[in-house]
Nanobody, 124 residues
Framework: QVQLVESGGGSVQAGGSLRLSCAAY????????MAWFRQAPGKEREGVAA???????AYSTSVKGRFTISQDNGKNTLYLQMNDLRPEDTAMYYC??????????????????WGQGTQVTVSS
């Protein structure tokens, strides 16, 4: 079993920055793919960024160039550095993970483990 705990959310003005963290506990050695998702009120959950154990990363077009996903060497903590935040980035942000070798944040059903979420609010 794996437990994921997010932190780092908050309220910022447009143009500001935040760094989200996701601490992983349990059988973390089994994880291959970790990702960040977000869900705004009334909208579907969407993938933001993903990283695999080989260091490969992927970003949604809406955040590419502004957000950076990373993880520490031990794979115990996942990060999302968010720069140049915009009001449309306002959402609940979730980290998620799975052990499959196919790391694609478009495949939500693949992600077995989810955190409880952390709120990000960007004001104009």
């Amino acid at each position: 079993q794996v437990q994921l705990v997010e932190s780092g959310g908050g309220s910022v003005q447009a143009g500001g920055s935040l760094r989200l963290s996701c601490a992983a506990y349990g059988y973390t050695y089994s994880l291959y793919c970790m990702a960040w998702f977000r869900q705004a009120p009334g909208k579907e959950r969407e993938g933001v960024a993903a990283i695999d154990s080989d260091g490969g990363t992927a970003y949604s077009t809406s955040v590419k160039g502004r957000f950076t996903i990373s993880q520490d060497n031990g794979k115990n903590t996942l990060y999302l550095q968010m720069n140049d935040l915009r009001p449309e980035d306002t959402a609940m942000y979730y980290c998620a993970a799975h052990a499959s070798r196919l790391c694609d944040f478009g495949r939500l059903a693949d992600f077995r483990y989810w955190g409880q979420g952390t709120q990000v609010t960007v004001s104009s």
